[in-house]
């Protein structure tokens, strides 16, 4: 039996994925730019990797593969978030969201295929619901998400005929220390917990979601 990758797992939703399916029995690697935490709870760490960098992302997975004995899914965390309106605001930004939300999804997409189990893969990547109806202000944010649910139904039909699953979860705002932050006037009561989002995506990756592919699951409650 392989592994499951998650990206972006240093950050509070990666934390919440990795603890739910090390709890369940599943082996984790756990990779992210950011440095590896001191006694992060993974089978494997791996720190200071730019999931944007095809070489860098391709030699990572490779690294985890041969260490844990395959791959078996992957969970694409790995984002951002900026707010700005379209008028005035920076094109920087519009870049900076693709390359932080779609190309990180992609490049560790396409890295994952050369060790993925065939049949039986999985790949779950993380959406958002903003970005469907996105409100003033998340065009750049929204547009790469868009993008990511895009690559989530093309790929699932690419790789339908290999018996690897592909599916997106869309939450609504997730109640992270950085959102509470940069909204400290919301009401919090509503936000979907990390956890409810860490469940969808061990059923997604499970045996019991073998029937589904291609699909966006929304997520809206607290749960």
Request: glycine share 14%; hydrophobic share 50%; no cysteine.
């Amino acid at each position: 039996m392989g592994s499951i990758i998650v990206t972006g797992a240093f950050g509070a939703l990666g934390r919440a994925v990795v603890a739910e399916l090390g709890a369940r029995g599943l082996e984790v690697v756990a990779v992210d730019i950011a440095p590896a935490p001191d006694g992060f709870a993974a089978r494997l760490a791996l720190g200071g990797i730019d999931l944007a960098d095809e070489q860098a992302v391709e030699a990572a997975y490779a690294t985890a593969a041969a260490e844990t004995g395959g791959i078996d899914g992957l969970v694409n965390i790995a984002g951002g978030f900026v707010w700005q309106p379209v008028e005035g605001g920076a094109l920087e930004n519009w870049d900076r969201m693709y390359r932080m939300n779609l190309r990180t999804a992609a490049v560790s997409s396409r890295a994952a295929l050369a060790h993925l189990a065939a049949p039986g893969g999985a790949i779950v990547n993380i959406g958002a619901a903003g970005a469907a109806q996105p409100g003033m202000g998340m065009a750049p944010y929204a547009a790469s998400k868009a993008g990511v649910r895009a690559l989530t139904e093309s790929l699932a039909e690419e790789l339908r005929g290999r018996g690897i699953r592909v599916n997106a979860i869309l939450p609504t705002i997730i109640d992270t220390p950085t959102n509470r932050a940069d909204m400290p006037d919301a009401d919090v009561s509503a936000w979907v917990q990390p956890i409810g989002v860490a469940r969808a995506v061990a059923f997604l990756l499970s045996a019991e979601a073998g029937a589904i592919t291609g699909a966006s699951i929304p997520l809206s409650l607290p749960g």
